[in-house]
């Protein structure tokens, strides 16, 4: 067990819906990453907050947005979904801005667009 | 323009044999490599890393080599067990000013009884 909690694990959902996914770090944790898993496609950096601030971005769709919250915890919100959002997302934790330190992933997210 | 690749997909062994997977990268500014490794339905789990200062790193049957000359990175596992079967993923960091980790696509691994 990482410490990372995602929640939901799995999601369906129709096409130009909107959902939000929760990512609750690590204890003591002040960075939050998120990443998209496509099929056999590798990690592809979205997003990262640190202590409530946009700290830095990746290749997140405009249809994307993110936010982490004072209690640390943070939401993924996908709008206007389409079948290419389906992925796993996954959100990461780190003490710090990683200054030779490791992330710790959650589980996951499954999202189906259908 | 991928940055970070893993050219394997799939690498089968032999218990008890060597494992080598491979990894190389562009981006000469990269400055702190890690390995990941993934089980299905699991979130990726760091294994080992490696700082650009380095050019080795063990840690039990894991080693990782670097060889920045040649931007290129290899993570050793001995021996293989078949617990070790799961997808590695190759990562790269950039201090100062990108503060993201760059994933290879994955290596799956397969250790055969």
């Not at chain 2, 981006?27 to 979130?43: I, Q």
Request: hydrophobic share 35%; charged share 20%; net charge neutral.
């Amino acid at each position: 067990d990482s410490g990372v909690t995602q929640t939901p694990k799995h999601l369906i959902t129709a096409t130009g819906q909107r959902v939000t996914l929760r990512c609750s770090p690590r204890s003591g944790d002040l960075s939050v990453y998120w990443y998209q898993q496509s099929l056999d496609q590798g990690l592809q950096f979205l997003i990262q907050y640190y202590n409530g601030e946009e700290r830095a971005k990746g290749n997140i769709l405009e249809r994307f947005s993110a936010q982490q919250f004072p209690d640390l915890h943070s939401e993924l919100n996908l709008s206007s979904l389409e079948l290419g959002d389906s992925a796993l997302y996954f959100c990461a934790s780190s003490v710090e801005p990683l200054l030779y330190t490791e992330a710790f992933f959650g589980q996951g997210t499954r999202l189906t667009v259908v | 323009d991928q940055q970070v690749k893993q050219n394997s997909p799939s690498l089968s062994v032999q218990e008890g044999r060597i494992s080598i997977l491979n990894c190389d990268y562009t981006n000469s500014m990269f400055d702190y490599f890690l390995w990941y490794k993934k089980y299905p339905a699991e979130g990726p789990t760091f294994l080992i890393s490696i700082s650009s200062i380095k050019d080795k790193n063990e840690d039990g049957r894991f080693t990782v080599f670097l060889n920045k000359s040649a931007k290129h990175l290899s993570l050793h596992i001995v021996p293989s067990q078949p617990g070790d079967s799961a997808v590695y993923f190759c990562a790269a960091s950039l201090q100062g000013g990108s503060e993201k980790l760059v994933f290879g696509k994955g290596t799956k691994l397969t250790v055969n009884p």
